[in-house]
């Protein structure tokens, strides 16, 4: 079983930065994808930004495209999600994921069913 204990939210002002972090209490390092996705009170969870580790790939859903930045830390079994430029429509609790799933081997879905681990998630309130 794969823990992960996502840490980092917290309340900024539009403009400011957050990094999120995600750490496995187990080694992911057989793990090829990992995640971030977001949910918005009565909103869909959705994909911000995934990672494959055995080639570093990196892929960004719309609402991290541009402004978000995913990356690894394998020594420290961490995944960080470094956000700049924060809106209030980026208000959302922030969710780690780890799975099993690629697509065609090179890199990792930005589907939430395609992954099977999940974290606690971290509530980033973003004021205007």
């Known amino acids: 079983q794969v823990q992960l204990v996502e840490s980092g939210g917290g309340a900024v002002q539009a403009g400011g930065s957050l990094r999120l972090s995600c750490v496995s209490a187990?080694?992911?390092?057989?793990?090829?994808?990992m995640g971030w996705f977001r949910q918005a009170p009565g909103k869909e969870r959705e994909a911000v930004a995934s990672?494959?580790?055995?080639?570093?790939?990196?892929d960004y859903g719309a609402s991290g495209q541009g402004r978000f930045t995913i990356s690894p830390d394998n020594a420290e079994n961490t995944v960080y999600l470094q956000m700049n430029s924060l809106k209030p429509e980026d208000t959302a609790v922030y969710y780690c994921?780890?799975?099993?799933?690629?697509?065609?081997?090179?890199?990792?879905?930005?589907?939430?069913?395609?992954?099977?681990?999940w974290g606690q998630g971290t509530q980033v309130t973003v004021s205007s």
């Open positions: 994921a780890a799975g099993w799933t690629t697509i065609g081997g090179y890199r990792c879905p930005l589907d939430t069913i395609r992954y099977e681990y």
């Open positions: 187990r080694s992911t390092s057989n793990i090829p994808c």
């Open positions: 990672i494959y580790f055995r080639n570093g790939r990196t």
